[in-house]
Nanobody, 114 residues
Framework: QVQFVESGGGLVQPGGSLRLSCAASRSMYTDDMGWYLHAPGRQRELVESISRFGITNSADSVKGRFTISGDSAESTVHLQMNLLNSGDTAVYYC?????????WGQGTQVTVSS
């Protein structure tokens, strides 16, 4: 079992930045991790991932704007989000990759609006 607690969301203007954080209740040292977004009318989708070896991968929609980082010692994962636009408005979740379906957290809402 594991719990994921996401934080750092909020309301930001287009072009702005946010840094999301995720704390896991147990060590995720052996897991690949990801940030997922869930926007209204869309399925939850993976936007950034980091392997247990530190290799990152970005969805095309966020490439060059979002950066994932992790601290295995503290079981935390971060998502730096820059140049935000209205299309990034969603609830953001962290989970392993592939996700542990039974253990989605509450997520953190990101709203990009002027």
């Amino acid at each position: 079992q594991v719990q994921f607690v996401e934080s750092g969301g909020g309301l930001v203007q287009p072009g702005g930045s946010l840094r999301l954080s995720c704390a896991a209740s147990r060590s995720m040292y052996t897991d690949d991790m990801g940030w997922y977004l869930h926007a209204p009318g869309r399925q939850r989708e993976l936007v950034e991932s980091i392997s247990r070896f530190g290799i990152t991968n970005s969805a095309d929609s966020v490439k060059g704007r979002f950066t994932i980082s992790g601290d295995s010692a503290e079981s935390t994962v971060h998502l730096q989000m820059n140049l935000l636009n209205s299309g990034d408005t969603a609830v953001y979740y962290c989970n392993s990759r592939p996700p542990l379906e039974a253990y989605w957290g509450q997520g953190t809402q990101v709203t990009v609006s002027s």
